[in-house]
Every structure is written in C-alpha cells, then in structure tokens.
C-alpha cells in the first residue's frame, strides 16, 4: 500500500511539471488545463491517503510524517487548483512549501553515533 502510495504521489508531482517543461519545447495546449489537473489532484490524494492508510495500520503516525504529508498535500493541491483558477492557492502551495522547509529543519532522531566518536 505505502508503495502504492509513493508512485501515486511521484505520478502526481510529474503531472504537475509536465506542462510547463512540454512549453518549453514549444507544445502548448497539449492538455485540457482543467481535466488535467483535477486528474492530478485526484491521483495525488490517492497517493497521500494510501500512505495515512498505511501509517495508521502499521501505528507509525508521527508528528514529522504528518508535517511530511501535509506539505506535499498543500503542494499538490496548490499547484492543481492554480490550474483550476481558484483564488487564492497560491498560499496554499507557500504553506507547503514552509511545511517542508520546517520538516528539514526539525532534527530527527538520531539512532547511530558520529563517526568521530568512537
């Protein structure tokens, strides 16, 4: 289930990219803007809630996988309504974004010893 969840998650961040690195290239209007992106939002919620799933099965629900999976959530659905042209979602992906710069920040703990301490 949790790998399930992982290539839900790594379809949905691609999706979102795929766009603009095809605009690049010169193809524009490929994609129907709006089935896109609520495809997107739809596969990224799938992938974050097989891994809550999971996480709540194998009792393993952590501060910093909630922080983890919040921020990529906010992300997601940041990025997929600014498609949509809701107001507003561009707080949502900063949100996320901070999420994850928090989640980084926050030192994890620590189960080996430094390689200078012997």
């Known amino acids: 289930m949790s790998k399930f969840g992982t ?3 790594v379809l949905a961040i691609i ?6 690195i095809l ?3 010169g193809f524009t209007n490929l ?3 709006h089935i896109y992106a609520l495809i997107t ?13 999971y996480l709540i099965i194998q009792k393993q629900m952590t501060l910093t996988s909630t922080t983890l999976l919040a ?11 600014s498609a949509l042209d809701v107001d507003n979602t561009k707080y949502l992906t900063l949100s996320g974004l ?18 200078d301490q012997e």
Do not use: E
């Open 71 to 81: 921020s990529v959530a906010f992300v997601i659905s940041g990025v997929s309504l």
């Open 7 to 9: 290539y839900a998650i």
């Open 41 to 53: 939002l739809i596969i990224g919620g799938l992938g974050i809630l097989s891994h809550v799933i």
């Open 31 to 33: 994609f129907d803007k």
């Open 98 to 115: 901070l999420l994850i710069a928090l989640w980084i920040a926050v030192p994890q703990k620590k189960n080996n010893i430094k390689a």
């Open 23 to 25: 605009s690049v290239f």
């Open 15 to 20: 999706m979102m990219l795929l766009p603009d």
